[in-house]
């Protein structure tokens, strides 16, 4: 997601805080519109607090997160 230019909200420095679940928004992006681009390719997350929010699991594998990140870029 850094890559692509997305501004992570979840945290990730101290192991104790970290999640599963993963905040972000991309600059310039209204998450709504990702959110549709994502629905529509595929990929499910959700908008909370004007923030893009993915909850990736073990059930997803590097497809998985490649499709998301196709469908933001």
């Avoid at 993963?22 to 595929?42: H, I, M, T």
């Avoid at 908008?47 to 990140?69: F, S, T």
């Amino acid at each position: 997601l850094t890559k692509i230019g997305a501004e992570i909200f979840s945290p990730r420095e101290v192991e104790e805080e970290r999640s599963g679940i993963v905040s972000f928004s991309l600059r310039s992006v209204d998450p709504a519109e990702a959110r549709k681009k994502c629905l529509d390719a595929g990929v499910v997350l959700s908008v909370r607090d004007g923030r893009l929010r993915i909850a990736p699991h073990a059930y997803n594998d590097e497809a998985d997160v490649e499709r998301l990140i196709t469908a933001l870029a």
